[in-house]
């Protein structure tokens, strides 16, 4: 949205006993199998008994949603955007020039740099829909990850936190040109380091479209998908449904703010661009009518929708993937989410909450208004994987980024 305990039979001493494959455990009991996780969480995937252990200090509490706040999930998204803390961190930005003209903003952790040693592994955030480095679920994963030792970068989209607009377009839920850019780059800054994405709603899409078309490819060597719409086409239908609304119409608002700040780039354009109606776009798919589905050739904005989603890109990925979802989510609707080519992919593995709402999850222990419950396990699962990562056998990037021109560059605090 715009700003806007289970008693265990089995010990954790079980993984010692049991031999861990890509496939997962073979435990011989239903007791057993129970024990993994709380029944209040819904926990599949292909590689579900292989990262269970990693998860199991969180995932074995039941999920309780705070009192009053978590009750309706309206309640719960809104809470979470307009009344969760900010944790305050300075950040150095860097603004990087894509090969088509366009920038992105990369804000890196002040200091950094300096502190940390180059093989620390790099945690890269991809925000939401119109969403950056200010928002508060991504400072929270920021402050989290960072605290532990890792270099974190946030990836703000063209437009996005404050990111400049250089050219006549802006990025969409299709385009994985300045993911692979801004990926091939952070890698070759530090090649010594593992690189890891987590991704949020919009942004979750795009890195699971990036880690499908990359597939054995992929530079990263896992990453985390939070409130994947998936199925943009399922994604919208619910968007046009009672209060819904007021999140569409508060992220078209958002996306006028940041079209009308760069209007004049947009001047001349020829072709079938609606510049009047993105402009005073009344919802996201007015605003994609307008500017987005042209600007990335797609022939009406149901063909983008269709050919956008993200749905279809997990039976192609080969890095480790955990996604976490609401089941109550208004905006990234549970039935949007590909259940069975996530069983089918021994990369995957999925966790889909009762409550939660859109970037919400006020749960766990900083609930109401510290870090959402999904931190503690991103960062559990996330650290599993660099404990069994070994630096040289990291997935090589290209060498293009490492021979971009310091002048493309731009750093200042932010």
């Given at each position: 949205m715009a700003?806007?305990?289970?008693?265990?039979?089995?010990?954790?001493?079980?993984?010692?006993?049991?031999?861990?494959?890509?496939?997962?455990?073979?435990v011989a009991t239903t007791t057993m199998r129970m024990a993994d996780h709380h029944p209040s969480l819904e926990v599949i995937g292909g590689a579900r008994d292989h990262f269970l252990p990693a998860l199991y200090t969180n995932l074995r509490q039941p999920y309780n949603p705070f009192p009053l706040i978590a009750w309706n999930r309206h309640v719960e998204t809104i809470f979470a955007s307009f009344f969760r803390s900010v944790p305050d961190i300075r950040l150095r930005r860097e603004c990087l020039r894509a090969k088509d003209g366009g920038s992105v903003s990369l804000d890196w952790v002040s200091g950094d740099h300096q502190r940390l040693p180059p093989d620390s592994p790099i945690l890269i955030l991809l925000p939401g829909l119109t969403g950056g480095s200010q928002d508060s679920y991504v400072r929270h994963m920021l402050t989290k990850a960072n605290s532990k030792g890792w270099r974190v970068v946030v990836f703000n989209s063209r437009g996005c936190g404050e990111s400049p607009v250089t050219t006549a377009q802006f990025y969409s839920a299709s385009f994985l040109g300045d993911m692979c850019e801004v990926v091939e780059h952070v890698g070759a800054r530090y090649p010594e380091a593992n690189l890891y994405a987590v991704g949020w709603s919009l942004g979750a899409n795009i890195l699971v479209r990036y880690l499908g078309h990359e597939s054995h490819a992929c530079p990263l060597s896992g990453a985390v998908s939070l409130c994947n719409p998936f199925n943009l086409v399922i994604a919208d239908e619910d968007f046009h449904k009672g209060f819904n609304n007021v999140y569409d119409k508060a992220l078209s608002r958002a996306?006028?703010?940041?079209?009308?700040?760069?209007?004049?780039?947009?001047?001349?354009?020829e072709g079938e661009f609606n510049i009047p109606l993105a402009a005073n776009a009344k919802s996201v798919r007015d605003f994609d009518e307008g500017i987005t589905r042209v600007s990335f050739g797609f022939k009406s904005v149901d063909d983008y929708y269709s050919n956008s989603g993200s749905c279809d890109s997990i039976k192609h990925v080969q890095r480790p993937l955990l996604c976490i979802q609401a089941e109550n989510d208004p905006i990234a609707p549970?039935?949007?989410?590909?259940?069975?080519?996530?069983?089918?992919?021994?990369?995957?593995?999925?966790?889909?909450?009762?409550?939660?709402?859109?970037?919400?999850?006020?749960?766990?222990?900083?609930?109401?208004?510290?870090?959402?419950w999904t931190d503690p396990v991103v960062m559990d699962f996330l650290e599993h994987l660099e404990r069994g990562a070994s630096k040289t056998d990291k997935f090589p990037c290209h060498s293009e980024a490492m021979q971009r021109s310091s002048g493309e560059l731009q750093h200042i605090e932010v």
């Open positions: 700003k806007l305990s289970l008693g265990s039979t089995v010990s954790l001493s079980l993984s010692h006993h049991i031999r861990p494959s890509v496939t997962g455990f073979h996306l006028c703010k940041i079209f009308k700040k760069h209007a004049l780039l947009f001047e001349d354009m549970s039935r949007a989410i590909p259940r069975e080519d996530i069983k089918e992919n021994p990369n995957c593995v999925l966790i889909v909450t009762p409550k939660g709402g859109h970037l919400g999850w006020v749960a766990g222990a900083e609930a109401p208004l510290g870090a959402p």
